[in-house]
């Protein structure tokens, strides 16, 4: 697979640093502090944890603060909320100095992440997560298979989820999933409709939480 455009990377992460911001604002004093922000709080932190090791802890934060939440004793708040554990164990082995670090944190996240996908195979978001952690590793690593698997089904759930995810997220899943999909025009065409109805709803990042 051929690693992502660096000045894409940057947008992508300047975009994260602007819904961050408007997250906290929601969430701040008097303002909204519920399910919605909080995850996409964790989305977005994931998104800056690519390159940002400090944000790791923040994420992490974030996310026991969804365990405790209602939705997440629920199954598919469970099932989402272990997927970015995984995740971010994965990101772990991209942050370490030390190789057998690396491979100790990029095994167990990765068993994290084929669990919560074997549970459920039709969940979006940890396909989705599986995918990214997983499609510029090197294939000694055993696991463009799953790649070629994640890729496949992304692309057809993906157009069934347009009401799923917020638009930032929706975009930024699709997005991914076109410049790794292989020539495949019927799953692209139906990829570019339902980025298309995405942009057409226009989801918040949370609801009464929209971005700047």
Same mark, same amino acid.
């Given at each position: 697979?051929?690693?992502?455009?660096?000045?894409?990377?940057?947008?992508?992460?300047?975009?994260?640093?602007?819904?961050?911001?408007?997250?906290?604002?929601?969430?701040?004093?008097?303002?909204?502090?519920?399910?919605?922000?909080?995850?996409?709080?964790?989305?977005?932190?994931?998104?800056?944890?690519?390159?940002?090791?400090?944000?790791?802890?923040?994420?992490?934060?974030?996310?026991?603060?969804?365990?405790?939440?209602?939705?997440?004793?629920?199954? #598919?708040?469970?099932?989402?909320?272990?997927?970015?554990?995984? @995740? %971010? *164990? +994965?990101?772990? !082995?991209?942050?370490?100095?030390?190789?057998?670090?690396?491979?100790?944190?990029?095994?167990?996240?990765?068993?994290?992440?084929?669990?919560?996908?074997?549970?459920?195979?039709?969940?979006?978001?940890?396909?989705?997560?599986?995918?990214?952690?997983?499609?510029?590793?090197?294939?000694?690593?055993?696991?463009?298979?799953?790649?070629?698997?994640?890729?496949?089904?992304?692309?057809?759930?993906?157009?069934?989820?347009?009401?799923?995810?917020?638009?930032?997220?929706?975009?930024?899943?699709?997005?991914?999933?076109? #410049?790794?999909?292989?020539?495949?025009?019927?799953?692209?065409? @139906? %990829? *570019? +409709?339902?980025? !298309?109805?995405?942009?057409?709803?226009?989801?918040?990042?949370?609801?009464?939480?929209?971005?700047?």
């Amino acid at each position: 697979m051929t690693p992502p455009d660096h000045a894409d990377f940057n947008q992508a992460i300047q975009v994260a640093l602007s819904d961050l911001d408007t997250l906290s604002r929601c969430d701040a004093p008097g303002g909204r502090d519920d399910t919605d922000v909080h995850l996409q709080k964790l989305r977005t932190l994931y998104i800056l944890a690519v390159e940002d090791e400090s944000r790791l802890s923040v994420a992490r934060s974030e996310l026991d603060r969804l365990r405790k939440s209602t939705w997440g004793h629920e199954s #598919d708040g469970h099932r989402t909320l272990e997927a970015y554990a995984g @995740a %971010l *164990e +994965a990101l772990d !082995a991209r942050h370490s100095f030390w190789p057998h670090s690396r491979l100790r944190h990029l095994r167990s996240g990765m068993q994290t992440l084929d669990s919560v996908v074997e549970e459920d195979p039709r969940a979006v978001e940890p396909r989705y997560l599986r995918l990214v952690s997983t499609a510029f590793l090197p294939r000694f690593l055993g696991q463009s298979g799953n790649v070629d698997e994640d890729l496949g089904a992304l692309a057809l759930l993906l157009p069934e989820a347009t009401r799923d995810f917020p638009r930032r997220t929706f975009e930024a899943m699709t997005r991914t999933v076109l #410049d790794l999909l292989e020539e495949d025009a019927s799953a692209r065409e @139906a %990829l *570019e +409709a339902a980025l !298309a109805e995405a942009r057409r709803l226009d989801r918040p990042l949370a609801p009464g939480c929209s971005a700047a």
